[in-house]
Nanobody, 115 residues
């Protein structure tokens, strides 16, 4: 199982970014996936999650209405569209999923929101 994130970078407040997580080594459509983030000096926190069956989603209160998680089964990729970014969204963002009872993490991608 391998998860590879991309799409991070530096963006001004109010801007947008789309993160991608390319998955391999498992049947992507059978598993739910999540995005977490970790800011300096803080614990890693759940940002958004998408379930495999039906594709229902849930979000942290801090990102509701601004972030959207989605999946493309044909591309084995999960996305995180981030709009109206704020400085407090600055963090390393990680893609994660539990496959065959084991949790896997990507290497993370840095998102910096600053003017």
């Amino acid at each position: 199982v391998q998860l590879v994130e991309s799409g991070g970078g530096l963006v001004q407040p109010g801007g947008s970014l789309r993160l991608s997580c390319a998955a391999s080594g498992f049947i992507f459509s059978r598993y739910g996936m999540s995005w977490y983030r970790q800011a300096p000096g803080k614990e890693r926190e759940l940002v958004a999650a998408i379930r495999s069956a039906g594709g229902s989603t849930n979000y942290a209160d801090s990102v509701k209405g601004r972030f959207t998680i989605s999946g493309d089964n044909a591309k084995n990729t999960v996305y995180l569209q981030m709009n109206s970014l704020k400085p407090e969204d600055t963090a390393v963002y990680y893609c994660t999923g539990v496959v065959r009872f084991q949790r896997y993490w990507g290497q993370g991608t840095q998102v910096t929101v600053s003017s």
